[in-house]
């Protein structure tokens, strides 16, 4: 018998990416709120339903829920009853995190407080949890790696590592099998439009000059590897009665002032200026994956040119340029 997973989140980037990579292989449900952080069309595009879902409890395997409504969780944890959850649901990106603080904090604390002790108290053994490159915070030694000390420098970064708290927590004193993956920079199809990648595109959509940070770099990872180190995590969470934290990157950081390069060369007449990085920004991200390279067996295969070249010809088919 397939075993049953529940994916939170499910409706966005990440999490339907997943939900794609594992729907044939595993019994698959998914809980979403749909909140309009970015335009839902594009979430319900991602999982091809129509917009009935907003008026609706259920439709299908997709639940539309929020994780902080511990009563109607509960009901359809009870209901469905998975051998795991992939927990993705998040308010995500780092600046917007400092104009919606308690928003941030009330879905990324009390939300995945809640997974967590449901978890617990329904007998669900198995999480697999997605935090954050934002965790490590502004830190001068380069590759991050699992073990280096946590200072988040945004209100996104500091929620992710009081879930890496819980998460400790939960899988220590109540026996919960909890994998924590770092994850760094995922880019390409159904990206999030305020990433910096898909925001540069929109930009030269709209013929607006863009703002880059010079002196940054990010350890750009392609869709298809992040969800590969997804795939592996789950797996070794499934085979092994314990929890662990992996960063899952490229470990090849590329510059901002790079990346845009590369962008003029697909779209010509892109405009941009230069300026200084914003609060909460961090200057680098630089993953060390040798830990889930030896015990995960990741391996990430996606060069940045050819992936943003990938990602491109999603753009141009989804605004239909
Ligand atoms: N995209 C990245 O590069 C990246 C990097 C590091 C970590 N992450 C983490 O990966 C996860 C997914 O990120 P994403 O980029 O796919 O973001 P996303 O915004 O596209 O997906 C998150 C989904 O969670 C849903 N959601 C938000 N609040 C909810 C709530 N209260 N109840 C139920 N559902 C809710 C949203 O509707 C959305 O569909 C997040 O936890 C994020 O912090 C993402």
């Given at each position: 018998?397939?075993s049953r997973v529940l994916i939170t989140g499910g409706a966005g980037f990440i999490g339907s990416s997943v939900y794609d990579a594992f729907k044939k292989s595993y019994d698959v449900y998914i809980v979403?709120?749909?909140?309009?952080?970015?335009?839902?069309?594009?979430?319900?595009?991602?999982?091809?339903?129509?917009?009935?879902?907003?008026?609706?409890?259920?439709?299908?395997?997709?639940?539309?829920?929020?994780?902080?409504?511990?009563?109607?969780?509960?009901?359809?944890?009870?209901?469905?009853?998975?051998?795991?959850?992939?927990?993705?649901?998040?308010?995500?990106?780092?600046?917007?995190?400092?104009?919606?603080?308690?928003?941030?904090?009330?879905?990324?604390?009390?939300?995945?407080?809640?997974?967590?002790?449901?978890?617990?108290?329904?007998?669900?053994?198995?999480?697999?949890?997605?935090?954050?490159?934002?965790?490590?915070?502004?830190?001068?030694?380069?590759?991050?790696?699992?073990?280096?000390?946590?200072?988040?420098?945004?209100?996104?970064?500091?929620?992710?590592?009081?879930?890496?708290?819980?998460?400790?927590?939960?899988?220590?004193?109540?026996?919960?099998?909890?994998?924590?993956?770092?994850?760094?920079?995922?880019?390409?199809?159904?990206?999030?439009?305020?990433?910096?990648?898909?925001?540069?595109?929109?930009?030269?959509?709209?013929?607006?000059?863009?703002?880059?940070?010079?002196?940054?770099?990010?350890?750009?990872?392609?869709?298809?590897?992040?969800?590969?180190?997804?795939?592996?995590?789950?797996?070794?969470?499934?085979?092994?009665?314990?929890?662990?934290?992996?960063?899952?990157?490229?470990?090849?950081?590329?510059?901002?002032?790079?990346?845009?390069?590369?962008?003029?060369?697909?779209?010509?007449?892109?405009?941009?200026?230069?300026t200084e990085k914003k609060r909460g920004d961090m200057t680098k991200t630089f993953a060390n994956i040798s830990k889930a390279e030896r015990v995960l067996g990741y391996k990430p295969e996606m060069d940045?040119?050819?992936?943003?070249?990938?990602?491109?010809?999603?753009?141009?088919?989804?605004?239909?340029?």
């Open positions: 018998m397939k979403d709120n749909f909140v309009p952080f970015y335009d839902i069309r594009q979430k319900l595009t991602n999982l091809e339903i129509n917009s009935s879902i907003l008026k609706k409890d259920k439709m299908q395997n997709i639940f539309n829920c929020d994780i902080r409504d511990y009563f109607t969780m509960k009901k359809i944890l009870t209901e469905v009853k998975p051998d795991a959850i992939i927990h993705c649901a998040a308010m995500a990106g780092v600046q917007q995190s400092f104009e919606h603080q308690r928003e941030y904090f009330s879905v990324n604390v009390d939300g995945t407080f809640n997974i967590f002790s449901l978890s617990s108290d329904l007998n669900i053994k198995k999480v697999l949890f997605l935090s954050s490159s934002s965790v490590y915070g502004d830190s001068n030694k380069m590759p991050f790696k699992e073990t280096f000390s946590l200072n988040p420098i945004s209100p996104y970064g500091m929620t992710k590592v009081q879930d890496e708290e819980m998460a400790h927590f939960f899988s220590k004193q109540m026996n919960l099998n909890i994998v924590t993956l770092r994850l760094f920079t995922l880019y390409g199809p159904r990206q999030r439009p305020d990433l910096m990648l898909h925001k540069l595109f929109l930009n030269h959509l709209n013929r607006r000059e863009s703002v880059v940070y010079k002196k940054t770099s990010r350890d750009y990872t392609y869709i298809s590897d992040g969800v590969q180190g997804i795939k592996k995590a789950f797996e070794f969470l499934m085979e092994n009665d314990s929890s662990d934290v992996f960063n899952i990157g490229s470990s090849n950081p590329v510059k901002t002032t790079d990346a845009v390069k590369e962008i003029k060369k697909i779209y010509p007449e892109f405009k941009y200026k230069e940045f040119k050819e992936g943003l070249k990938k990602f491109s010809l999603w753009f141009n088919n989804y605004y239909k340029l």
